[in-house]
């Protein structure tokens, strides 16, 4: 994939496939997007394009302090 080419039409149907089929596998969005040399939010909006439900982030649920 050529870095900061658009990719329009089948192209881009076949990248969203190929990186659905990733993020589905486990891979994290920043894997992704070092694997195939684009940025972060390229592939974040190509996923929400392919209609990927994202998954959270993760780590500690923060709660309101109580008084």
Do not use: C, Q, W
Request: aromatic share 4%; glycine share 14%; no cysteine.
């Amino acid at each position: 994939m050529d870095k900061g080419k658009r990719i329009t039409g089948a192209a881009r149907d076949k990248v969203a496939a190929e990186l659905k089929a990733a993020y589905e596998g486990g891979a994290s969005i920043r894997n992704i997007a070092d694997s195939v040399g684009r940025s972060y939010s390229f592939v974040h909006r190509i996923l929400t394009e392919a209609g990927v439900t994202l998954r959270g982030r993760g780590g500690a649920v923060r709660s309101k302090p109580r008084s």
